[in-house]
């Protein structure tokens, strides 16, 4: 017998088909659902479904590639085992059970079946924020209720757009699905983590185009006459939002008007914050007071709705209107940032001159938005329209000035990533308006992506030619720089704002770049710092503009904060002093150099453990100088002289220890050798001789030796001096002061008289020099050896 090869394939195909049937059905059984295997679990966000079976948790998909397009999704879980073990605690039939797990089975096949964006959702699903049962306070079947749920109240404004959102879910699902929900209330409506709203709990729907219903019949739904607090595994919809022709007899066919009514029911619930049929499960409690809804005044809700509600609220379900007559309602016409959010909704399929002219009018409407309005509404359609060249320019500013309010996980997870390539290539002035909200994303971006992102777009805007990106940038960079990284800063910021300094021609970005040079010194080591030091001074030696001059010195201050007293000393005191001869300083800022200069002082002078103020006054001239320290203290004379205190302060006494000492007028003229001398200014006068008193030959005199000087000697202030001896050869002072020396070195090489270069042979007595009282006058060394010889003689 000849084989059908195409028989024998076909057999092959259904083998195949049954063998690969049971291997998927056998590892399901073994391994779970395959969401459980494709998806790995987070924390859990919410509840929902009938009686809020159902478990909403954040998920993460286990393959790289599909993590890649879907980082993040809700998978919904519902615990069979869970639900038996509730089943036998309280006593239901297991045919309840399966008739309940029934409902949830239609549910999630109504849900893959429907394609409508507002009803797009299966077991595993895009994000959901929760679903509206856990936003009105229910958090049955939460393990931990996440703290975005407590204490959430809804926005009006929100809640009109989500009414207006699941009105027109409705007009899909009759005219173009031809389903009747039949369960629309808060347990079937979720919320996504985009903002919209969206319908669930399909497991109570039918089909509209059914046929007749015998009025003979019983009721769609069986509601005890009893109150019931917990409902556990429900058959029937929640009984607070049901229609009043499901809860009686020969109520006709399934009409549309049946979701009117509990979308009325619900939107009361949403305006009010309560329900308007409490009744706790209990078919004649909802009986009566559903009698009574003609006469009710809906005072509080707004009152442009308060009439739609009457109507939709309708015992006669013929006189209800449709979800396009509420569509229509002026609840939802006359609200002007509910139609620009209904734009925003449809900005991708508007044309560039749409949106320019929307972006215009709606220019000062953004702030009167609440923030998840903006962070769920606005933002992610303005987001999306960054990445329309044309559109950059208007809508980039609104995306900043919004996530300005934003928390910052908020920015993160949904403004930044739409950002991160405009920051990557913007330029002009969209670079510039980026720089200008550059604390922003400075203080909300995030550690990786201020690195990565941030500082790239920074160091581009110091490179930019545009002084006005230059001074810009160069304002923003602070608060950068205290979140960077050292090396970083060192490298990739630092180098740029020095350049800046140094190469612009415009005083404004010289003066930004000083300032920001000031500011980062807290947290630079001494190599920066003396880069800094440099700048400077090369900043300085071209430009003494007191800006300049005044940023310098603020610079300055902050080196000698983070430095110390010797460090301003050693590098600050050279760089500022001669600034301050600079014609460009004012008065004011005169003084704050000065005030920064001796305060400078006044720390060394503390740190030496000396004030000057309190020490006897120090002589500055050239004499005291050479002789290596302080002048005597200012005596007065004994005797009838005039004060010498000039010349005491010339000469300073005599030292044991030291064998090169100054030498002591007293001890060489005696007190009364001769009167008071006239100035330098007069002519020396002759005075009458007198006999010279006895003089020590011991030089120096030893201290045990008292002073035999008796006569007073004088000295002008210039420190000139005449003797009363009209001999020249007795009196070797005789021309004094003798004129000055026309050797200019002899002014800068002063020293000390030894008296034992007398006696010296070996010594050159034309090197010797003596500092006389006169600061510009210097006797020759051997001059002075031979007076001093012959007058020994004579003696």
């Not at 006389?772 to 002075?784: K, V, Y």
């Amino acid at each position: 017998m000849s084989l059908n090869m195409k028989s024998f394939t076909q057999a092959l195909a259904k083998a195949s088909a049954v063998i690969e049937k049971t291997v998927s059905s056998t590892v399901h059984e073994v391994t779970g659902p395959k969401a459980m295997q494709d998806y790995e679990l987070l924390e859990q966000i919410g509840s929902g479904g009938p009686d809020l079976v159902w478990r909403l948790y954040v998920g993460r998909p286990r393959n790289k590639v599909t993590q890649m397009h879907n980082p993040e999704v809700c998978v919904w879980v519902l615990d069979k085992k869970a639900l038996t073990d509730l089943r036998q605690r309280v006593g239901i039939s297991r045919a309840a059970e399966e008739a309940f797990l029934d409902l949830v089975r239609q549910d999630a096949a109504q849900l893959m079946r429907l394609r409508h964006p507002g009803t797009t959702m299966a077991m595993v699903t895009e994000p959901i924020f929760a679903s509206l049962a856990n936003i009105l306070g229910r958090f049955d079947n939460i393990t931990k209720a996440p703290n975005e749920l407590k204490d959430l109240e809804l926005g009006q404004l929100e809640v009109k757009h989500g009414l207006l959102q699941l009105t027109e879910t409705l007009g899909f699902l009759h005219n173009n699905a031809r389903l009747l929900h039949r369960a629309i209330g808060p347990e079937s409506v979720y919320l996504t983590s985009s903002g919209a709203w969206k319908l669930a709990g399909f497991g109570f729907s039918i089909s509209l185009d059914q046929s007749g219903v015998d009025p003979t019949d019983g009721p769609a739904f069986h509601f005890p006459d009893y109150d019931v607090d917990d409902v556990v595994l429900p058959l029937q919809p929640p009984l607070d939002y049901t229609a009043p022709e499901l809860t009686r007899k020969g109520a006709g066919g399934p009409d549309a008007s049946t979701d009117i009514f509990s979308l009325a029911l619900l939107t009361y619930h949403l305006l009010s914050h309560q329900a308007l049929l409490q009744c706790r499960n209990n078919l004649q409690t909802y009986t009566n007071k559903a009698s009574y809804l003609p006469n009710e005044s809906f005072t509080n809700i707004p009152s442009d709705v308060s009439e739609d509600l009457k109507r939709m609220l309708s015992s006669d379900a013929r006189s209800r209107p449709t979800a396009h007559d509420f569509t229509t309602s002026p609840f939802f016409r006359d609200d002007t940032q509910l139609r620009a959010l209904r734009f925003l909704d449809h900005m991708l399929e508007r044309d560039n001159m749409q949106k320019t002219q929307f972006l215009k009018a709606m220019a000062d409407m953004w702030t009167s938005f609440d923030a998840r309005v903006l962070r769920y509404k606005v933002l992610p359609p303005l987001c999306a329209e960054l990445r329309n060249e044309v559109m950059l320019p208007m809508v980039l500013p609104m995306v900043l000035t919004l996530a300005d309010s934003q928390e910052m996980v908020d920015f993160q997870s949904a403004t930044l990533p739409a950002l991160l390539p405009v920051l990557g290539t913007a330029t002009g002035d969209a670079l510039l308006l980026l720089i200008k909200h550059a604390s922003l994303l400075i203080n909300k971006a995030g550690p990786d992506a201020l690195t990565a992102n941030v500082v790239p777009m920074i160091v581009r805007a110091f490179e930019d030619p545009d002084a006005r990106m230059q001074e810009e940038v160069l304002k923003r960079t602070l608060s950068l720089t205290k979140q960077l990284d050292f090396t970083v800063l060192r490298q990739s910021i630092l180098p740029r704002v020095h350049g800046l300094a140094l190469k612009t021609t415009m005083a404004a970005v010289r003066v930004n770049a000083l300032l920001c040079l000031g500011e980062v010194v807290p947290r630079l080591d001494k190599v920066a710092i003396h880069e800094i030091l440099q700048t400077l001074q090369r900043c300085t030696a071209v430009d003494h503009s007191a800006p300049t001059l005044m940023c310098s010195l603020g610079v300055a201050s902050a080196i000698h904060k983070q430095m110390g007293v010797e460090y301003a000393a050693e590098h600050l005191l050279p760089l500022l002093c001669p600034l301050l001869t600079a014609q460009q300083l004012n008065l004011q800022q005169f003084a704050k150099y000065m005030h920064f200069v001796k305060e400078v002082l006044r720390k060394i002078e503390e740190k030496r453990g000396v004030v000057v103020n309190e020490v006897e006054p120090v002589s500055l001239d050239m004499k005291t100088m050479a002789l290596g320290g302080p002048a005597k203290p200012n005596v007065k004379a004994t005797g009838n002289g005039t004060d010498n205190s000039s010349w005491d302060a010339d000469w300073a006494a005599p030292k044991k220890t030291s064998t090169r000492t100054a030498l002591d007028t007293n001890d060489l003229f005696p007190e009364n050798a001769s009167p008071a001398a006239p100035s330098v200014a007069s002519a020396p006068q002759t005075q009458p001789s007198m006999q010279q008193p006895f003089l020590s030959f011991e030089w120096p005199p030893p201290a045990s030796t008292p002073n035999i000087s008796t006569t007073t000697s004088s000295v002008s202030n210039a420190g000139a001096m005449t003797n009363t001896q009209t001999s020249e050869e007795n009196d070797p002072f005789s021309n004094w002061p003798p004129r000055a020396s026309s050797n200019p070195s002899n002014i800068s090489n002063q020293s000390s008289w030894n008296s034992g270069s007398i006696s010296s042979k070996n010594q050159s007595l034309s090197n010797l020099k003596i500092a006389t009282g006169s600061s510009n006058s210097i006797l020759n060394a051997n001059d002075w050896t031979m007076r001093m010889i012959g007058l020994l003689d004579r003696y």
